[in-house]
């Protein structure tokens, strides 16, 4: 009989649970939102991006965003803007509240966390084009959109609309 006893295999489960939590911590560090917290209202714009309050008079309140796309080298942009109203016509006042041009795509009767939302398309004039999300919080209605320029829309969609959809809004 040999006397070698049990076999142990700590080491090794050890370092299989460092390499594991390292990778984790890589994969979270490359694919982990940019969360940006206003007042009563927050939305998770993609990795990497970057977001602050935009310093301009004429529109207070305005938190613009800029950050990678997909495509090395290439930026996009987004920006929220929070409207505090007194009665509002739904979806009326929130197409007239988006800048630029009246959005060419709608969905009047969508829904974010249990609250009424309008989702959008639109195009600039500086050929960017733009998605994004409109939701009533009871007594204002923020909205948020995100685009890229138009000949990468379409391989970052997506990546956008996923932004737009995490807007969330409390009182």
Not at 162 to 171: D, G, I, M, P, T
Request: charged letters at 20%; proline letters at 8%; glycine letters at 12%.
């Amino acid at each position: 009989m040999s006397k070698e006893g049990p076999i142990n295999f700590g080491k090794p489960l050890m370092y299989l649970a460092i390499i594991g939590c390292a990778g984790l911590g890589y994969y979270l560090y490359k694919t982990w939102p940019a969360t940006y917290e206003g007042n009563g209202w927050k939305v998770d714009f993609p990795n990497g991006w970057e977001s602050g309050p935009h310093n301009d008079p004429t529109q207070p309140g305005m938190v613009v965003s800029h950050g990678p796309l997909l495509e090395e080298g290439m930026q996009g942009v987004g920006w929220v803007k929070v409207w505090v109203h007194g009665t509002l016509d739904w979806p009326r006042m929130a197409i007239d509240l988006i800048p630029g041009a009246t959005p060419d795509k709608m969905d009047p009767d969508g829904e974010i966390a249990h609250k009424r939302t309008m989702f959008f398309e639109y195009q600039d004039d500086k050929s960017m084009r733009y998605t994004g999300a409109a939701t009533q919080r009871g007594d204002a209605i923020i909205i948020v959109a995100l685009g890229a320029p138009l000949h990468l829309f379409d391989s970052n969609r997506e990546r956008l609309e996923k932004c737009a959809k995490s807007l969330r809004c409390w009182r």
